[in-house]
């Protein structure tokens, strides 16, 4: 029988529940243990697909063609577990599910309620991903708790512990522990109140991770447990770490957090073993070099929406011990004042993806100046489609080419809607979405960077390269050293003559992992090394 962690957040959001959940999960498989996580939103999107970055970030995709949250990004980085549309939920996919249902008579003109079943629903949801195979499940319920859109979810998981059984059942809340630098204290009072807002639901909380800015002493520690109603062993302090997220989990092994969960279902473990772990940490802290790389999107202001792609360039920094400092240039800058001031100085320039008119004019310069300058230039998705038409305008002279998404009127369509999108009415999860297979060039770069001829991406795009452009590509000098195994879509161009320029259509970011860098960022991050070493010897 599987058991199940629910991980649930108190006082203000952002706290990190979703790198909790991630950090849990590597421990517990690091101890030999088969885990699967799941993310709930209590929002009424469906999925995240439709929404704007600046309000929910990166939109991460599985294998199986979900748009999911992208804490399904953090899961997969920290345990290496490959995720599903299993493992992501919002509220607008259970009432949606829930009223097709009502829809079609199955409740036989039965009143439909939260209690039991949109309840039943989120419990339905939760037991999808439980099998013979996994050991635990790890859950994380998003929102805050007190939030009123997250009272469903927290009612479900209330009756899932009640029908699972207190063994079966384990609820960590991480929560927020003040420190008030005027008066000099660390204040409980917050937490005590998130936990009594559980309790007044019908949760009691196992174990409390409880961020800080310092350290909580054994006095603290011992007041959070009295008044939050738990062991003195299940109060784990989250600090801000120096270097990179990825220390949070040996963190949590310092405190035993692992042996109290093991211990908790009575599970038969193996001796914890980080030392793969312990490795890359160790690379990140003694790395001396550092490289500058450059992303050039039009959502530099926001993080979040560049997530994946900013932990795969440190994945692949890590690789080589050496930081990568990445240096946000808005498309928008460069469409007002030009590339050379926005990326002078730079060693490497990375193009990420996107949607809109806004800002791709700005990319397509960039990508101008990495083409004549040397340097290396890394275009994903919509970088990809943008370095065809800089190509096509600035070396086979087309005059206006653009994409059909920017120009529909364009004389010349580098870019254009894929066939079966045509026909296309809604845009959510509608786009050609998930792992698809790619044949590579022999001789290419991509061939050399992968090591195989056939590969798998994860895609999220409706346009495509135009076939009817191919041979005045490659008889001007660039290689379309990708395409789907048919031949009938090309999925990586690249210039041989350049110290690295390569552009996807799919998302690479998507499979980095931190003791398992992807490849293409790897070896962008050392084409940029050695630029660096170049312009400074």
């Known amino acids: 029988?599987?058991?199940?962690?629910?991980?649930?957040?108190?006082?203000?959001?952002?706290?990190?529940?979703?790198?909790?959940?991630?950090?849990?999960?590597?421990?517990?498989?690091?101890?030999?243990?088969?885990?699967?996580?799941?993310?709930?939103?209590?929002?009424?999107?469906?999925?995240?697909?439709?929404?704007?970055p600046y309000q929910h970030g990166e939109v991460y995709v599985t294998d199986d063609g979900a748009e999911t949250d992208l804490d399904l990004g953090h899961y997969e980085r920290f345990s290496g577990v490959t995720t599903s549309r299993n493992c992501n939920y919002t509220a607008g996919r259970i009432y949606d599910t829930l009223i097709k249902k009502e829809r079609r008579g199955d409740f036989l003109g039965g009143t439909v309620q939260v209690v039991p079943h949109v309840t039943g629903e989120i419990c339905e949801a939760i037991r999808s991903v439980a099998s013979p195979d996994v050991d635990v499940v790890i859950a994380e319920i998003g929102g805050t708790v007190g939030d009123i859109e997250s009272h469903p979810f927290l009612e479900a998981l209330r009756i899932f512990r009640q029908k699972e059984g207190r063994g079966n059942v384990m609820f960590i809340h991480v929560t927020l522990v003040p420190y008030l630098h005027k008066a000099g204290e660390v204040k409980t009072k917050p937490t005590q109140h998130s936990a009594q807002r559980l309790r007044e639901i019908g949760i009691i909380a196992d174990l409390l991770v409880c961020r800080s800015e310092v350290p909580l002493s054994k006095e603290i520690k011992n007041k959070l447990a009295l008044f939050c109603n738990v062991d003195e062993d299940a109060v784990i302090e989250a600090t801000d770490v120096d270097h990179s997220i990825y220390e949070i989990p040996l963190m949590f092994a310092a405190q035993k957090l692992d042996d109290f969960i093991v211990d908790h279902f009575g599970l038969n473990a193996k001796r914890l073993d980080l030392k793969l772990w312990r490795d890359y940490i160790d690379r990140v802290i003694s790395a001396q070099r550092t490289v500058r790389i450059a992303m050039v999107g039009k959502y530099t202001e926001v993080p979040d929406a560049y997530k994946s792609i900013h932990e795969s360039l440190a994945h692949g920094g890590a690789f080589h011990s050496t930081k990568v400092k990445i240096v946000n240039v808005s498309t928008d800058t460069i469409e007002e004042n030009g590339p050379e001031a926005a990326l002078a100085g730079v060693d490497g320039i990375l193009v990420p993806g996107g949607f809109g008119t806004r800002g791709h004019e700005g990319k397509i310069e960039a990508i101008r100046y990495a083409r004549e300058k040397g340097i290396p230039m890394f275009g994903i998705c919509l970088g990809m489609q943008m370095a065809a038409v800089e190509f096509a305008r600035n070396v086979l002279k087309l005059k206006g080419a653009d994409s059909i998404?920017?120009?529909?009127?364009?004389?010349?369509?580098?870019?254009?809607?894929?066939?079966e999108q045509k026909k296309v009415m809604n845009l959510g999860g509608t786009m050609r979405l998930g792992a698809m297979p790619c044949k590579l060039a022999t001789g290419s770069l991509a061939e050399k960077i992968y090591g195989k001829e056939i590969i798998s991406e994860r895609h999220r795009h409706r346009f495509e390269f135009n076939n009817d452009y191919r041979d005045q590509f490659v008889k001007n000098g660039m290689k379309l050293s990708g395409t789907s195994p048919d031949g009938g879509l090309v999925e990586i161009v690249e210039l041989p003559d350049h110290p690295f320029f390569i552009g996807v259509q799919f998302h690479p970011e998507l499979k980095s992992r931190p003791i398992d860098p992807h490849p293409i960022f790897r070896d962008f991050v050392a084409a940029a090394i050695e630029r660096n070493k170049k312009v400074n010897s």
């Open 1 to 52: 029988m599987s058991k199940f962690i629910f991980v649930t957040g108190g006082v203000v959001s952002s706290l990190g529940k979703g790198i909790t959940a991630a950090s849990i999960g590597l421990l517990l498989r690091s101890r030999g243990l088969r885990v699967v996580h799941q993310k709930y939103d209590p929002y009424l999107n469906v999925d995240p697909g439709t929404m704007s």
């Open 405 to 419: 998404e920017f120009t529909p009127e364009t004389p010349h369509p580098i870019i254009n809607l894929m066939e």
